[in-house]
């Protein structure tokens, strides 16, 4: 991945540099386990290292926008945590509008984050500030077309979707229900009631990245 990541970085430097304003958002797209998280961290690093300040990229990840478990557990949704709706979709659309729309002389704005450690969204984890001149937008449903998700995809200047096959993917995501505690029969039952379904739906949606990244 490094040598992939170094030619993606140059990449998002020159999309950077065309689209020629103050602000680039971009998304990455893919199944559980793509790699999405990492590619997006990796990123936002190489970058803040390319221009010498720390902050200008941020990474605004989909998972700080997880439903408390409280509230999917009164919904009777804690076994479909993850599927699209057991997040606050409407709340994620409405903070990366705000970060593409952030003025340089605006007040940071607050982002959730997910802890894995509680397994709960954390608010205002860290603060995108008006100096960012890069958010790395990532998840699995920007490219869902239906709303409110479907207001994403006018919301990033390039969408970048991961393809894996899905037994990777799948493969992937049960090591790591099983990291976070379940035995290899719960971390089964996950995957075959909810994240090989969920992994269909966003397969659906990479016809509409901009571009399709193999790592």
């Given at each position: 991945?490094?040598?992939?990541?170094?030619?993606?970085?140059?990449?998002?430097?020159?999309?950077?540099?065309?689209?020629?304003?103050?602000?680039?958002?971009?998304?990455?797209v893919?199944?559980?386990?793509?790699?999405?998280?990492?590619?997006?961290?990796?990123?936002?690093e190489?970058?803040?290292?390319?221009?010498?300040?720390?902050?200008f990229?941020?990474?605004?990840?989909?998972?700080?926008?997880?439903?408390?478990?409280?509230?999917?557990?009164?919904?009777?949704?804690?076994?479909?945590?993850?599927?699209?709706?057991?997040?606050?979709?409407?709340?994620?659309?409405?903070?990366?509008?705000a970060?593409?729309?952030?003025?340089?002389?605006?007040?940071?704005?607050?982002?959730?984050?997910?802890?894995?450690?509680i397994?709960?969204?954390?608010?205002?984890?860290?603060?995108?500030?008006?100096?960012?001149?890069?958010?790395?937008?990532?998840?699995?449903?920007?490219?869902?077309?239906?709303?409110?998700?479907?207001?994403?995809?006018?919301?990033?200047?390039?969408?970048?979707?991961?393809d894996?096959?899905?037994?990777?993917?799948?493969?992937?995501?049960?090591?790591?229900?099983?990291?976070?505690?379940?035995?290899?029969?719960?971390?089964?039952?996950k995957?075959?009631?909810?994240?090989?379904?969920?992994?269909r739906?966003?397969e659906?949606?990479?016809?509409?990245?901009?571009?399709?990244?193999?790592?």
């Open positions: 991945m490094p040598d992939a990541v170094e030619q993606l970085t140059l990449e998002v430097l020159t999309q950077m540099r065309r689209a020629d304003r103050r602000r680039f958002v971009l998304g990455i893919g199944t559980p386990g793509a790699g999405k998280s990492t590619l997006a961290e990796q990123l936002a190489k970058i803040n290292g390319a221009v010498g300040e720390t902050g990229a941020v990474v605004l990840a989909m998972d700080g926008f997880h439903l408390p478990n409280a509230e999917l557990d009164a919904r009777g949704m804690r076994p479909r945590k993850g599927s699209p709706p057991s997040y606050d979709a409407k709340g994620f659309v409405e903070l990366i509008r970060a593409r729309e952030q003025q340089a002389d605006g007040e940071p704005i607050g982002v959730p984050a997910y802890c894995r450690e397994h709960e969204p954390v608010p205002d984890a860290f603060s995108i500030q008006p100096m960012c001149g890069l958010v790395i937008v990532e998840g699995q449903y920007l490219l869902l077309d239906e709303p409110p998700w479907a207001d994403i995809k006018g919301l990033l200047d390039e969408a970048w979707y991961i894996l096959d899905p037994e990777t993917s799948m493969a992937r995501t049960k090591a790591r229900h099983e990291r976070g505690g379940c035995t290899a029969e719960q971390a089964q039952r995957i075959d009631g909810n994240d090989r379904p969920n992994a739906l966003i659906t949606t990479r016809p509409r990245a901009d571009r399709i990244v193999t790592l």
